[in-house]
């Protein structure tokens, strides 16, 4: 059980950055993955960034290079950098943290956070 709560949303003009923060309630050394994702109207809830226990990261495409995940272990926190943003980067940003046990899967979600990217 992890209690997530994003934060750092808003509204920003293209080519702007903005940093997502995401706290959990509980350390999240001991989680599997954290990651962000992402949903627009209409849309599917789609990956934007991932960061496994053994601290590799994985990034959608449509992000990578713009994008970084980090985490700060001490105030079990994870990050989002967001530089050079896009309106197609508008959406509900949702913090996920994943932990596997025997070969099953439980995600935890956070509320989201809206970002919005005006042309």
């Known amino acids: 059980q992890v209690q997530l709560v994003e934060s750092g949303g808003g509204l920003v003009q293209a080519g702007g950055s903005l940093r997502l923060s995401c706290a959990a309630s509980r350390s999240i050394f001991s989680v599997n993955a954290m990651g962000w994702y992402r949903q627009a109207p209409g849309e599917q809830r789609e990956l934007v960034a991932v960061?496994?226990?053994?601290?590799?990261?994985n990034y959608a495409d449509s992000v990578k290079g713009r994008f970084t995940i980090s985490i700060d272990n001490a105030k079990n926190t994870v990050y989002l950098q967001m530089n050079s943003l896009k309106p197609e980067d508008t959406a509900v940003y949702y913090c996920?943290?994943?932990?596997?046990?025997?070969?099953?899967?439980?995600?935890?979600w956070g509320q989201g956070t809206q970002v919005t990217v005006s042309s």
């Open positions: 960061v496994t226990s053994g601290s590799k990261t």
């Open positions: 996920n943290a994943r932990l596997t046990v025997v070969a099953l899967e439980y995600d935890y």
